[in-house]
């Protein structure tokens, strides 16, 4: 876990909150977002390759809905990843993780749900075995 032998996306910091900030209001971003200080707001991104990254003095009051998220600090609300979360050892979450790949560091605190939601395949087992309406398979 955490080793530094894993590939990982470059930790580009497009926006930041400062440590001694408080922002009051939703954050629409794309790009890298670091938040040192306290969000009372929403955090959303529709770009996939989007990441935030929460320090360990970080602090979001609401929702994120983010495709790639690194916390270490504290979410009081829902956090919503498309792609990966990353909850470093100091992380805390008041409320429900919804991902489709995790990775929890010892020390990491979810007071909520861990609810998988994977990414739907086009040619998944299901239609294969049970083709929808009106869809006719034929051989390779």
Do not use: C, W
């Amino acid at each position: 876990m955490f080793s530094s032998n894993k590939k990982r996306r470059s930790a580009k910091i497009d926006s930041l909150i400062g440590q001694n900030t408080e922002l009051k209001g939703d954050v629409a971003f794309s790009g890298g977002f670091h938040i040192d200080g306290k969000l009372k707001g929403n955090v959303r991104s529709n770009d996939p390759s989007s990441m935030l990254t929460l320090s360990d003095n970080g602090v979001v009051e609401g929702e994120v809905h983010v495709p790639n998220i690194i916390l270490n600090g504290t979410v009081v609300g829902d956090v919503y990843a498309s792609e990966r979360v990353e909850l470093a050892s100091n992380a805390k979450v008041i409320g429900n993780v919804y991902y489709n790949l995790i990775e929890m560091a010892m020390g990491a605190e979810v007071n909520g749900n861990l609810v998988h939601k994977a990414e739907p395949a086009s040619d998944s087992v299901a239609d294969l075995v049970n083709p929808p309406e009106g869809v006719m398979l034929s051989p390779k």
